[in-house]
């Protein structure tokens, strides 16, 4: 390692010395000079310090969508690329540049492209705080014919939207910008509130690009504006932006408690109405057979050593289930193709999160146990847990300490939880003040009530569903897709805990661990860290190297023909 020029090795297989201290010192070096992106075979490592701009050409985020989208082309099999890491390491940004980059490598039809972008701005305001903390795992899938070549459309979901505090969230921000001081006292909204600097034009501009129309535009406008002043538990001046007649939303808001879950609820809902409704305006043509490219955002890490909700378990069991993905295909899955291609290989043993999945999913699980229908039961149930896992402990009643990849957490339940009245949603008398709004917003929101949405499966307990429930629609659906699909993976670093903080080697150490940077260095360098299928190699590199030569040949003869050609070593063609 000694003497080794870090910001040349592009690659951590490329390290003379293979170990956590020399990762830590080339990723430290390459960081300060301006290269926050390294390789590790396949996988990119990103140290992205607090959102800076790079210069960097190679490696770069970009380079994984173009890959990921020449196998879809090429293999006709849908995509994903997820993004793992702890909180603040950059990950939304990442997805956002992920998402440009997909929708900018491909044509797309006239005003496609400009309406995925509009929609990735606005989806990312609900569901992100003022301080760039995604509150929820963002799923954002281009559909891709691979007849055409083109973008077909854009499918958007969330999971387990937290919106327990309404006023960080980046939306409010928005709505302000572009908007004449009468415009802002018409929705009610305080002066001295500027919009952050940064955010992308206006709100009812992003709308307006997106085809809504005026009508719909102002109500959409209006509710929002409704949300915040309800969300405080001061409903005065709510009633007329929801298109209410008289006192009814007084009588039945009742208490400021009750008036500040009606605002969550009404934020959740408007979020789940806004993602179908953004959906439904990217559907791919009719009778098109698109492929799936999805880019998979998942919130991360712990909260900052802070007791957390039960609800917050569901994204650490999410969080949980991906790295779990990482570790079967990188890992598991790699060594068996190897096997089965007859590669000479000596098995690599890695340690996985198998028994901590299993202690929070399976029958007597924590999520069963948050379930039960009493205190003593909820106590009981993690007590249980606590028995048969080394990965789980509950030192007092109501505490369970889950020890996760990212570091030890600790979620609280009390016996509140096990008595929560039902949820807004539920009410009668909401439901049929809701209904008689002047508001086509407010109305399409009355007659939502109660269903399920397959593309927002909110975290909040606002619906009937319980905690195991709500794992296996959201966070197990997820994954299920993830490990059918084609995964392409992106480990991101937070290098400190704030921007002006110096580069911590304790905490990025800690995150190289968690994300096992070292087992897959190391797995990469022994093995065979670059696949291409015989069909997409073929494509790419004989109409260059063999100029006709190879015509007619099977494309495995092909594969050897240009590889012996171009003089490479160290590489097998499989089956």
């Known amino acids: 390692m000694e003497g080794q020029d870090f910001v040349r090795v592009r690659d951590l297989c490329a390290l003379s010395d293979l170990s956590d201290s020399s990762i830590l010192a080339c990723l430290e070096e390459r960081a300060r000079r301006d290269c926050p992106y390294t390789s590790a075979g396949h996988v990119l490592v990103s140290v992205r310090p607090w959102l800076q701009p790079s210069s960097q050409p190679d490696p770069h985020p970009t380079q994984v969508a173009e890959r990921a989208v020449r196998r879809l082309l090429a293999s006709q099999e849908d995509q994903s690329i997820v993004l793992l890491g702890s909180r603040g390491s950059g990950k939304t940004h990442l997805a956002r540049e992920l998402l440009r980059s997909i929708v900018g490598t491909l044509p797309a039809s006239q005003g496609t492209r400009e309406k995925i972008t509009a929609a990735a701005l606005l989806i990312n305001a609900f569901s992100q705080t003022r301080d760039h903390q995604s509150q929820c795992i963002t799923t954002a899938t281009v ?17 387990l939207l937290d919106c327990r505090q309404l006023e960080g969230f980046r939306v409010f921000s928005w709505l302000q910008a572009g908007l004449a001081p009468a415009q802002r006292a018409a929705l009610g909204l305080e002066e001295g509130s500027p919009p952050l600097r940064g955010e992308p034009g206006s709100l009812d501009g992003t709308l307006r690009a997106l085809g809504m129309d005026e009508r719909l535009r102002h109500s959409f406008l209006r509710t929002l ?31 400021p408690a009750e008036c500040r879950r009606v605002g969550s609820w009404l934020y959740a809902h408007l979020f789940r109405w806004i993602v179908k409704w953004v959906n439904t305006g990217l559907q791919p043509p009719a009778g098109s057979q698109c492929c799936a ?42 060594q068996d193709q190897y096997l089965q291609e007859g590669v000479e290989w000596e098995a690599v043993e890695v340690e996985c999160n198998h028994s901590l999945l299993q202690a929070l999913q399976e029958s007597g699980g924590v999520l069963e146990a948050l379930c039960a229908r009493t205190w003593e039961g909820v106590v009981e149930g993690l007590a249980a847990c606590s028995a048969h896992s080394r990965d789980v402990c509950s030192p007092s009643e109501g505490e369970v300490v889950v020890m996760q990849s990212a570091g030890e957490q600790t979620y609280r339940v009390d016996r509140e939880w096990c008595q929560r009245n039902p949820p807004p949603s539920s009410s009668p008398a909401l439901r049929r003040l809701l209904g008689s709004s002047g508001s086509p917003v407010v109305q399409q929101l009355a007659h939502s009530l109660g269903q399920h949405s397959p593309d927002v499966l909110l975290g909040l307990s606002l619906g009937p569903l ?28 937070r290098p400190s805990e704030t921007p002006d903080a110096q580069f911590s080697r304790e905490a990025v150490l800690r995150q190289l661990q968690a ?38 040949a099977k494309p495995a003869e092909a594969c050897r023909m240009v590889l012996e050609r171009a003089g490479l070593k160290e590489w097998h063609i499989g089956k």
Not at 143 to 159: I, N, W
Not at 233 to 253: D, R, T
Not at 304 to 326: F, R, W
Request: glycine share 12%; hydrophobic share 40%.
């Open 515 to 552: 994300l096992k940077v070292l087992d897959t260095a190391l797995m990469q360098s022994c093995g065979f860290p670059v696949h291409i299928p015989h069909s997409e190699f073929v494509a790419r590199y004989c109409p260059a190297l063999l100029r006709g030569a190879g015509r007619g």
């Open 225 to 255: 504006a409704a949300v915040l002043p309800l969300a405080r538990g001061e409903p005065s001046g709510c009633a007329e932006l929801l298109g209410l007649q008289g006192e009814g939303l007084a009588g039945v808001v009742g208490s």
């Open 143 to 159: 559909l891709v014919d691979p007849q055409l070549g083109e973008v077909g459309g854009c499918h958007f979901s969330m999971l």
């Open 293 to 334: 490219l999805a880019v998979v955002d998942p919130v991360g890490g712990v909260q900052d050593g802070q007791p957390a909700p039960p609800e917050a378990l569901l994204t650490s069991y999410a969080t949980e289930g991906l790295l779990n993905v990482y570790c079967q295909r990188v890992f598991e899955w790699e």
């Open 466 to 493: 319980s905690l195991t429930q709500r794992a296996e629609q959201g966070a197990g659906q997820l994954l299920e897709w993830v490990m059918t699909s084609h995964p392409h993976f992106l480990l991101c670093i």
